[in-house]
């Protein structure tokens, strides 16, 4: 099985975890931004979920919503776990439980499910608060063992091998209330001073601000969350910065001059 490529605002960060070690699944965060590939076997592909990359913006809603859809012909039960990203697309990249009080709070409904054979079941992401920046959330949805004391239907058949399926983890982007995009590039070290993603597609360092100036483009292709910095391309640092990016899950690119160092952008 193989999944097309998506656009850059909703593939980067999707993941697949392979429980069994014959099947091969990869994603990257902020590396390889326009491609996600899995291979595994049509056997071990149990289920589906839709869509793999999704986002609350607090200002207009509090929840997310994911379809669970199953390709098995026996009953599956799921547990949802959400983690936290900490450092989202750096080396420094971890995970943690998601909060379940404060500002950066987050839960799901439900939290474990049964999923008949050819069925499906639609799972609520809900953000029980309001973050001062972006957030990003995997939402692991793992096969489990039947509890012991669940009731089944005489006909009904069961998948008893939770060991050949895959953790699908899908992500959750919660957005702050108020969303204030800015950035400054000090030499060629590009910082998000903002509290929302930006997703960098090309920088260029230019000799001036006029429309024939000699730029170099160079491809980034990376997501820069708030606080993060990333070093641009270039080897040799111009006073003038041309950067093209996307935010907040938009196709929309917008274009900005960088004159010194800061720039405030529109968009929010």
């Given at each position: 099985?193989?999944?097309?490529?998506?656009?850059?605002?909703?593939?980067?960060?999707?993941?697949?975890?392979?429980?069994?070690?014959?099947?091969?699944?990869?994603?990257?965060?902020?590396?390889?931004?326009?491609?996600?590939?899995?291979?595994?076997?049509?056997?071990?592909?149990?289920?589906?979920?839709?869509?793999?990359?999704?986002?609350?913006?607090?200002?207009?809603?509090?929840?997310?919503?994911?379809?669970?859809?199953?390709?098995?012909?026996?009953?599956?039960?799921?547990?949802?776990?959400?983690?936290?990203?900490?450092?989202?697309?750096?080396?420094?990249?971890?995970?943690?439980?998601?909060?379940?009080?404060?500002?950066?709070?987050?839960?799901?409904?439900?939290?474990?499910?049964?999923?008949?054979?050819?069925?499906?079941?639609?799972?609520?992401?809900?953000?029980?608060?309001?973050?001062?920046?972006?957030?990003?959330?995997?939402?692991?949805?793992?096969?489990?063992?039947?509890?012991?004391?669940?009731?089944?239907?005489?006909?009904?058949?069961?998948?008893?091998?939770?060991?050949?399926?895959?953790?699908?983890?899908?992500?959750?982007?919660?957005?702050?209330?108020?969303?204030?995009?800015?950035?400054?590039?000090?030499?060629?070290?590009?910082?998000?001073?903002?509290?929302?993603?930006?997703?960098?597609?090309?920088?260029?360092?230019?000799?001036?601000?006029?429309?024939?100036?000699?730029?170099?483009?160079?491809?980034?292709?990376?997501?820069?969350?708030?606080?993060?910095?990333?070093?641009?391309?270039?080897?040799?640092?111009?006073?003038?910065?041309?950067?093209?990016?996307?935010?907040?899950?938009?196709a929309d690119v917008h274009q900005n001059t960088v004159h010194g160092n800061t720039v405030e952008m529109s968009g929010a």
């Amino acid at each position: 099985m193989t999944f097309p490529s998506l656009p850059f605002f909703a593939s980067l960060e999707i993941m697949l975890i392979p429980i069994s070690k014959g099947c091969v699944a990869n994603a990257l965060i902020g590396a390889s931004l326009f491609a996600l590939s899995a291979v595994c076997s049509t056997a071990q592909a149990n289920m589906l979920i839709s869509p793999m990359s999704s986002s609350i913006d607090t200002k207009v809603s509090s929840a997310s919503q994911l379809r669970v859809h199953s390709r098995s012909d026996a009953t599956q039960y799921v547990k949802v776990v959400v983690k936290r990203v900490i450092n989202p697309a750096t080396a420094q990249e971890t995970e943690e439980d998601a909060p379940r009080s404060g500002e950066a709070a987050v839960t799901v409904s439900p939290s474990k499910f049964a999923l008949p054979a050819g069925g499906s079941r639609l799972v609520r992401v809900i953000a029980l608060g309001t973050p001062a920046k972006e957030e990003l959330y995997r939402v692991n949805f793992e096969p489990v063992a039947p509890d012991a004391d669940e009731e089944h239907g005489p006909t009904e058949k069961i998948a008893s091998n939770v060991d050949f399926a895959l953790v699908w983890a899908p992500l959750i982007r919660v957005l702050p209330g108020v969303r204030s995009p800015s950035m400054t590039v000090s030499g060629n070290t590009l910082k998000n001073t903002g509290n929302v993603r930006l997703a960098v597609l090309e920088a260029a360092a230019c000799e001036s601000d006029a429309s024939d100036a000699k730029c170099d483009w160079k491809s980034v292709e990376r997501s820069v969350y708030p606080g993060q910095t990333l070093e641009l391309p270039h080897s040799v640092k111009k006073p003038v910065w041309q950067l093209k990016y996307r935010l907040d899950g938009s196709a929309d690119v917008h274009q900005n001059t960088v004159h010194g160092n800061t720039v405030e952008m529109s968009g929010a």
